[in-house]
Antibody, heavy 118, light 108 residues
Framework: EVQLVQSGAEVKKPGESLKISCKGSGYRFSSDWVGWVRQMPGKGLEWMGIIYPGDSDTRYSPSFQGQVTISADKSISTAYLQWSSLKASDTAMYYC???????????WGQGTLVTVSS | EIVLTQSPGTLSLSPGERATLSCRASQSVSNNYLSWYQQKPGQAPRLLIYAASSRATGIPDRFSGSGSGTDFTLTISRLEPEDFAVYFCQQYGSSPLTFGGGTKVEIK
């Protein structure tokens, strides 16, 4: 069974850095893309970007390019999403999602709630 | 970037009724790579339909998808109590992947 298990909720102050994680199991982690999706409170879904853990090929949505960094460590089957300087507007639920070779999303993590408040 | 417009924003129906949800793309979706997801409060989205009309594993056959090019439809033939939720369409035919704004199916 495919599972994506994300790290726990975070409460941070503006300007702080943060790295959240997503650990995959039940499939060959290095052979499928893993992406991140943002959902702001009460809003819809926004695709942020994607990484291929096998060679770390990474693509970003233009809306998120330069705002976040996506990375992966295939040795521990874990993908990451990080911020160098959080803003209040980064407050959201963040989901990791497994994408197949056609970039169809076929599995989701449980979500990580990030709250940024002074 | 492909913009997906879902309509209506909210659909008020009774259990047993038929639901028809629309998703229109600003340009043709390559290979008809369009998915539909269901999301309930406090839960991650769940894949219902991919490639416009293929049901995901374990999805009941009351859910069906149709359409091609720029116009796509999700139909729920007879609403069950557990079907009241928000539904999103998403295209994965070109980067960046994009989602529609969602349709909320609520109990009338």
């Amino acid at each position: 069974e495919v599972q994506l298990v994300q790290s726990g909720a975070e409460v941070k102050k503006p300007g702080e850095s943060l790295k959240i994680s997503c650990k995959g199991s039940g499939y060959r982690f290095s052979s499928d893309w893993v992406g991140w999706v943002r959902q702001m409170p009460g809003k819809g879904l926004e695709w942020m970007g994607i990484i291929y853990p096998g060679d770390s090929d990474t693509r970003y949505s233009p809306s998120f390019q330069g705002q976040v960094t996506i990375s992966a460590d295939k040795s521990i089957s874990t993908a990451y999403l990080q911020w160098s300087s959080l803003k209040a507007s980064d407050t959201a639920m963040y989901y990791c999602a497994k994408h197949d070779s056609s970039w169809r999303i076929d599995d989701w993590g449980q979500g990580t709630l990030v709250t940024v408040s002074s | 970037e492909i913009v997906l417009t879902q309509s209506p924003g909210t659909l008020s129906l009774s259990p047993g009724e038929r639901a028809t949800l629309s998703c229109r793309a600003s340009q043709s979706v390559s290979n008809n790579y369009l998915s539909w997801y269901q999301q309930k409060p406090g839960q991650a989205p769940r894949l219902l339909i991919y490639a416009a009309s293929s049901r995901a594993t374990g999805i009941p056959d009351r859910f069906s998808g149709s359409g091609s090019g720029t116009d796509f439809t999700l139909t729920i033939s007879r609403l069950e109590p557990e079907d009241f939720a928000v539904y999103f369409c998403q295209q994965y035919g070109s980067s960046p992947l994009t989602f529609g704004g969602g349709t909320k199916v609520e109990i009338k």
